[in-house]
């Protein structure tokens, strides 16, 4: 079974930073697409950064420059930096796969809090 497992999140100020972790455990398909997804309490929930297996990036405009996504595919493992953060990026973040296959499976995290405040 394909799990994720994210950490890293907690309580900063703004301008602080974090730096979330996503293991992924379970055999997976290479070819993969990573990413980080994110929903506060009231509102959507919006893809915030995802990469490709090679390395490949994209970002939403509200966070572009000041987060950054990376994965290491040894371990199976992406990671969201993120810098200079204000209270609006407040939200649970889940870290999302989606194996690129003809079927497209996705799977989801458990989600973990960031919280920012003034």
């Known amino acids: 079974q394909v799990q994720l497992v994210e950490s890293g999140g907690g309580l900063v100020q703004a301008g602080g930073s974090l730096r979330l972790s996503c293991a992924v455990s379970?055999?997976?398909?290479?070819?993969?697409?990573m990413g980080w997804y994110r929903q506060a309490p009231g509102k959507q929930r919006e893809l915030v950064a995802a990469?490709?297996?090679?390395?490949?990036?994209n970002y939403a405009d509200s966070v572009k420059g000041r987060f950054t996504i990376s994965r290491d595919n040894a371990k199976n493992t992406v990671y969201l930096q993120m810098n200079s953060l204000k209270p609006e990026d407040t939200s649970v973040y889940y870290c999302?796969?989606?194996?690129?296959?003809?079927?497209?499976?996705?799977?989801w995290g458990q989600g973990t809090q960031v919280t920012v405040s003034s």
């Open positions: 379970g055999s997976i398909f290479s070819d993969n697409t």
């Open positions: 990469i490709t297996s090679s390395g490949s990036a």
């Open positions: 999302n796969v989606q194996i690129w296959t003809s079927f497209r499976p996705n799977y």
